[in-house]
């Protein structure tokens, strides 16, 4: 076998995220920059967006906001997610979570994504913020205990069939921590476990041959006292149930790694989640381009971009489309890698 051939099986993403304006503003067209997958946020698709990717032999993908609560709690309170100590979270850095048990919200999101795929004609939906409200996109994460509201005391009382002693939520939370931790972590991954099951059976009701995609966490099992898990509620055992698509968002400059990590960060989760580039999951990562914080140089963004590429996985996006589309030289090293691909897959 050739390595063109090789490429022809393998490489199935060259993706970039957010709106393709920036490049259609300088006159490019998208296929002839290797591009062949735009994910745009939900709120920014349009028909015309659309239609115009599909000529350029372009698939699109929604990224779905799914538990980022901004603009929602100011107006339902009762979503508002509450912390060991009884209060209100307060945002993590720029991420504003929500109670992911909420019932209101949990009708507001289904019939968001209800629409969505009605309306337009997409190749996946790819679920964003989907954990517990905390922030892992820095060097120094916040993470915090949550959610102690009344209703997920009711559900994690119900389904685990464990009864919490009276007294006022501080008192509640502090015995669940000290005597049912094991329980209290198990619970809480099975609920965004619960958001992905719920939102993958209405995408195979409305369009069953598009894809689930999952950005998320690219953290190990033992980072940060197993916070992925412990803290984020991801469970990658039970996440491989419904996720069609594994995205760790590996954004080396932005968490204060080096460009390497990126590389290594794949090979692990490759082997991880077992990830064979033939069947499902499959694994795309997005990658950092833009520059906030710091710069990201010519040379780091070659060796992410190529790193996104590493062991299992079989397509990469960068983030973003005006990161790029703004500097000539990212310009130009993105279509150097991803025509170089297209031209293996096409021998």
Known sequence: MSCGQKFTETTEIRGVYGNPKPFWDKGFNLNKLGVNAIFVHSGSINHDMVNRARSEGVMVYAEFATLNGKNYIEKHPEAWAIDEKGEKVQAASWFMGVCPTEPGFRRYRFSQLRDLLLEYDLDGVWMDYVHWHAQFEEPEPILPETCFCDHC??????????????????????????????????WRCKVIYDWTHEIKSIINELKPKALLGLYHCPWDDQEF????????????????????????????????????????????????????????????????????????SLEEFEIVLKGGLADESSGVMIFTTSAVAEDKGKTELMKKVYTNLMVKSEN
């Open 153 to 186: 005391l009711d559900e994690f009382s119900k389904d685990s069939r464990i009864e919490i002693p009276g007294g006022n939520i501080s008192e509640k939370a502090s015995w669940i921590l000290n005597n049912h931790d094991k329980s209290w972590r198990n």
């Open 225 to 296: 006292n197993g916070a992925r898990r412990r803290i984020l509620g991801l469970d990658y055992n039970l996440l491989k149930e419904t996720i069609d698509v594994f995205s760790p968002m590996v954004y080396h400059e932005r968490m204060g790694r080096e460009p390497d990590w990126v590389k290594e960060n794949i090979q692990w989760l490759s082997n991880r989640l077992n990830i064979k580039k033939d069947s499902y999951p499959k694994l795309w990562p997005i990658v950092q381009a833009y520059n906030n914080p710091g710069t990201i």
